[in-house]
């Protein structure tokens, strides 16, 4: 083999690696990926690209896409596109365009080429045919047929490698593991709360703009149908449940809850927001709205999905606190499931936060990586976190305030029994005891 004369193609996600590998290897001298470049500019708002596609910090660094290609300038590299692709073809005329001027500064124009094929993602024919070309042209000095010829395509049985089709290895979640377990360090209390600022912010101190969009009284109390202004333009909603009977009264933040509990607390006395942090009201069936999508979107321009909603959970609390009719103690709070991981960020940095009921939420980050499968991942990922805390340091960070912690789970929504300093409900237990412990 003649290591001076190497080239890489790939298409989808073989089209990234080809990339990937192409703008970090200096061994690769010809580059063809196919159904990969675009530009955010077309993908933020649309078909984001899948994690492994997007890395945090990418935009919010000054990146692009089109920066892979400038790196393995001047040496040829082919764009290929296809006109039915859900990656947008606009998005991959703008990467070959800001590709081209920066291979003009090499006086290497010949060098960038930008070839479109027919039909939807994919390698058709045209396209095929051009990257033989591209490869014949640049490593074979144009000597060779770029055409294709007809080709006997065996079943698949007879492509098998082995007999049953599988081949020993390890998946790829256990390499990532032990990658992990390499890497895993135990980072100080103070570093921990310094990280969830990074991500969640410090509180406002002041009461965000509320603006009351329905307002039905009741003989025990009235609801108020909320639009919370967490940040300047960004209105979340909520819903308060405030008792008519006189004077200051406990108040109670619940993260994204049902209405029953809100108004069973509300009969008891208690003022009580049902908060609804950024992004959980959308539709969660239509990918454009779905956690992973939002959290890529966030941590590209160096955000993150579970911080911004620790920071939501905040604002929640400055709202209560101003009012007239709240008493100055501790505010109590509850959520269920993966809301927990948020209002777990936000009360391990807010001591304004006195006491949380947390149900049904995984037990521990870290967890997800032992597994092949997680589910709602995305809305608990914060970069990098998991090699220096689990989530049980985040309820460190709130002592001595109390967390009731019941019916902990794993990430596939299973509860992992027998874990100490948990709580279990029996078959069928309503949310009586945990509800009765918090409001103590």
Known sequence: MDSEKIGCTGCSGGGTLTTYISALDPRIKVAAPACYIN?????????????????????????????????????????NSTIGDFFPIEGARHAYQEALDWYRIYDAEDHIH??????????????????????IRWLKDGHGNFREEPAELLPDFDLLATQTGQVEGREIYQVILERFRQRITQGSSEQLSAEIRKWAGDRAGQAPLVHVLNDTPGEVFRTQQLALEVEAGLEISGTLYAP??????????????????????????????????????????????????????AWVIGKNLAGMRAFDIQRGVDALVARPDVDAGPIRAAARNVSGVWLL??????????????????YSLRAALEVPLARDLHDAMIPGFALHWDLEDLVKAMAPRPVIWSDPTDWVHKVVPHRAGFLYRYLGEPDDRFVAELMK
């Open 345 to 362: 960020m936000a009360a391990s940095i807010d001591s304004r936060i006195g006491k949380i009921w947390l149900d049904g939420m995984p």
């Open 114 to 135: 930008w070839a479109v094929g027919p039909g939807p993602h994919g390698t058709p024919l045209e396209i095929r045919e051009a990257i033989y070309e591209w490869m």
């Open 244 to 297: 008519i009977a006189p004077g200051r009264k406990p108040a109670v933040l619940l993260v994204h809850m049902d209405t029953s509990l809100a108004e069973r607390l509300a009969a008891q006395g208690a003022v009580v927001l049902n908060l609804h942090p950024r992004g959980v009201e959308l539709p969660s069936h239509r990918e454009i709205y779905a956690a992973a999508t939002q959290n890529i979107r």
């Open 39 to 79: 530009s955010w500019r077309q993908l933020f708002a649309g078909p984001t690209g899948d994690s492994e596609q997007s890395f945090p910090f990418f935009l919010s660094s000054g990146l692009d896409v089109a920066d892979y290609i400038e790196l393995f300038a001047p040496k040829p590299w082919l764009i």
